[in-house]
Each structure stands twice: as structure tokens, then as C-alpha cells.
């Protein structure tokens, strides 16, 4: 899809999509960033850059320079990627996709 910004062009986000109150990202990272290093850094960029656009976040989320939970869940891709990339893009339709996926 396109790397994560100019200072981490090594990042890139593959596959991206949302629910209600979460999203879902496939991103491929190099074995010398951490995962919690890139969850950090996709958080406060996004928080920047959301908080410029929507000047009313900025009163909402007071005391904190971010909008995201503290929280996340990762795990890693093994053999079959398609799955996953197929999960994400069913995220937000009528059934959340988990039911129909064929594993």
C-alpha cells in the first residue's frame, strides 16, 4: 500500500480497515523495529494528525496528547497472509468476517 511516513519508509501498511471502535492494520516492519516501537509511532502520528483535522478532538481528549487506548493486539503472519488480508477487509460488513473465513 504505501510506507508509513518519510522518517520510517521500511514500514509499510499492507492492508487496512475498520470496525465500530477499532482498526485493523496488516503491516510489514523490519526485523530491526520492534512491534511496539511501530504501534507507538502509528498511534501519536495518527493522534497528531486526527487532532489537526477534527479541532474539536482536542477538547475531547484533554490531559492526553493521544485519542487511542493504551492497549493492542498483534499477531504475527505466518504462511498464510491472504487469511488475514481477508479478515481485515471484512471488518465492519454485516457478519464481522470470523464466521466465514475459510481457514
Do not use: C
Request: glycine share 6%; no cysteine.
Amino acid at each position: 500500500m504505501k510506507a508509513m511516513n518519510q522518517y520510517h519508509p521500511e514500514v509499510d501498511i499492507l492492508e487496512m480497515n475498520h470496525d465500530k471502535d477499532h482498526v485493523h492494520l496488516l503491516v510489514s516492519i523490519p526485523p530491526k523495529m520492534s512491534v511496539g516501537s511501530v504501534v507507538r509511532i502509528l498511534k501519536s502520528n495518527t493522534a497528531r494528525d486526527l487532532k489537526k483535522k477534527f479541532k474539536f478532538l482536542k477538547d475531547v481528549y484533554w490531559g492526553t496528547d493521544s485519542v487511542w487506548s493504551g492497549g493492542y493486539f498483534v499477531s504475527t503472519v505466518g504462511v498464510n497472509e491472504e487469511v488475514i488480508r481477508r479478515y481485515i477487509e471484512m471488518q465492519g460488513k454485516e457478519d464481522a468476517g470470523q464466521a466465514k473465513l475459510d481457514l
